[in-house]
Nanobody, 123 residues
Framework: VKVVESGGGLAQTGESLTLSCAISEGSISRRDMAWFRQVPGKGREFVAARRRDGHLYYAESVKGRFAISRDNNRNTVYLQMRALRPEDTAVYYC??????????????????WGQGTRVTDSS
């Protein structure tokens, strides 16, 4: 499954950005989808997930500011980011898979990844 992210860019602290993640085949509704982010020198950090059953999961650092949603018709998952902070600066990756529940926040549970899209708080 090919995964393609888009929507990254520059933003000032407090502004909003929306990332998109489209998959090339199959139905996104049958996959667990997640966003992770990575800064230089560190591993991927869990951000948000939307499981097949519709349950949502968020990292504490983004809860209340970020929202993950899905458009089945477009086979696309979105990450709406509000109130951006300098610490949100990272490369954001979208992962797709069929993941057991306890590994929802574990990047090794997802088998397809996009190339990443960079988000920079330019303040």
């Amino acid at each position: 499954v090919k995964v393609v992210e888009s929507g990254g860019g520059l933003a000032q602290t407090g502004e909003s950005l929306t990332l998109s993640c489209a998959i090339s085949e199959g139905s996104i509704s049958r996959r667990d989808m997640a966003w992770f982010r990575q800064v230089p020198g560190k591993g991927r950090e869990f951000v948000a997930a939307r499981r097949r059953d519709g349950h949502l999961y968020y990292a504490e650092s983004v809860k209340g500011r970020f929202a993950i949603s899905r458009d089945n018709n477009r086979n696309t998952v979105y990450l709406q980011m509000r109130a951006l902070r300098p610490e949100d600066t990272a490369v954001y990756y979208c992962g797709a898979g069929t993941v057991i529940l306890r590994r929802t926040r574990d990047d090794t549970g997802y088998y397809s990844w996009g190339q990443g899209t960079r988000v920079t708080d330019s303040s």
